[in-house]
């Protein structure tokens, strides 16, 4: 069994708005990638969701930041969000077009956390919390973590460079630490059943925990518990793998220069999954160029470079409706020749 942490899913047609929705298996998070039209979501999906990672603020990026408010209103949920320069004052400036005299009457603690990255590596952060109106609060940014990096958790971590569309754009990559693989049919030679548990036992590989931890072990059957606890180390030996974790990107919204190429091949190198624009077809690149866009050529030489194993094309013009497969092929064969 050997399904991976992050599951990716592209939530639109690639002539829609580019969104990725990052779920992890076993648990009720997830991550989301630009925010504009997200109705495809069930609205059990976007109350996963913990961490939103905004490229820029261009309205097909954005815009269904006022539908995910609507959603999460009433909850008890802290939202973290990063963006580029000038972003806390946008989203302050989206949060500050309703009307909230009633909210302090609210017994649930919604808050925003946001992040806005700039090219001095520094960050600055503020936070927006409904008992408060959503007024901006300043928030010192005490994180630790290197230069590019927004989060740093045991299984994961994500990292960011400010890239140009005319406007700062940024690019993101997910790197799970380690890939634990379960054998399924261990499991099943041990009379264990397969579940979130195992997201517990996971974990506890993940942050090296004592071979003595007991893991507790449990199924629900016929509204019935069964539940035993097992020690962790006989567990890893006999039931899981680990191997390399895997690497995802998401690249949208750039022009094609040097100084672009060359931060994303650094950013995303390696990665398993790439899903990248492949907004206009080559013969249009000067268009492409005027538009601060990548051909799918392009796309395909910088995944090529980056030695990516997977290409996922997103973010097709809509000028190419009847010519879906042409753009496909196009990043395909710059990727793989
Ligand atoms: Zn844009």
Redesign the pocket.
């Given at each position: 069994m050997t399904k991976p942490l992050l599951q990716p899913l592209v939530v639109n047609d690639p002539f829609d708005d580019p969104v990725l929705y990052l779920d992890f298996l076993f648990q009720k998070r997830a991550l989301l990638f630009d925010l504009g039209d997200i109705r495809a979501l069930p609205p059990r999906k976007i109350l996963r969701i913990s961490d939103i990672f905004i490229s820029?603020t261009?309205m097909?990026?954005f815009a269904d930041f006022d539908w995910l408010l609507r959603l999460v209103l009433r909850r008890e949920k802290k939202i973290r969000l990063f963006g580029p320069p000038g972003f806390i004052d946008q989203l302050e400036h989206k949060l500050k077009a309703y009307s909230w005299n009633l909210v302090h009457n609210y017994d649930n603690n919604l808050a925003f956390i946001a992040t806005e990255l700039h090219p001095n590596a520094a960050s600055r952060q503020a936070l927006f919390r409904c008992q408060r109106a959503f007024s901006q609060e300043h928030q010192e940014n005490n994180s630790d973590l290197s230069p590019g990096v927004l989060i740093a958790e045991p299984a994961f971590r994500v990292r960011t460079a400010i890239l140009d569309?005319g406007i700062p754009?940024l690019g993101f990559t997910i790197e799970e630490s380690q890939h634990i693989n379960i054998w399924k049919n261990r499991l099943q030679a041990l009379s264990l059943p397969v579940g979130p548990w195992l997201h517990d036992l996971k974990r506890a590989i993940l942050t090296q925990q004592p071979d003595d931890t007991p893991i507790r072990i449990w199924r629900q059957e016929n509204g019935k518990k069964y539940q035993k606890y097992l020690p962790l180390g006989l567990l890893k030996r006999q039931i899981s793998r680990t191997s390399p974790g895997q690497k995802i990107s998401y690249i949208v919204?750039i022009r094609y220069s040097r100084s672009n190429c060359q931060k994303i091949v650094e950013l995303i190198q390696g990665s398993h999954l790439l899903f990248i624009e492949t907004t206009f077809l080559h013969k249009d690149a000067e268009m492409a160029a005027e538009k601060q866009h990548l051909t799918a050529r392009q796309a395909g030489w910088i995944a090529r470079e980056a030695g990516v194993k997977k290409l996922v094309p997103i973010n097709f013009s809509p000028r190419y409706s009847d010519r879906r497969q042409t753009l496909v092929t196009e990043a395909q064969e710059a990727f793989k020749n």
């Open positions: 820029h261009h097909d990026h569309h754009c919204d």
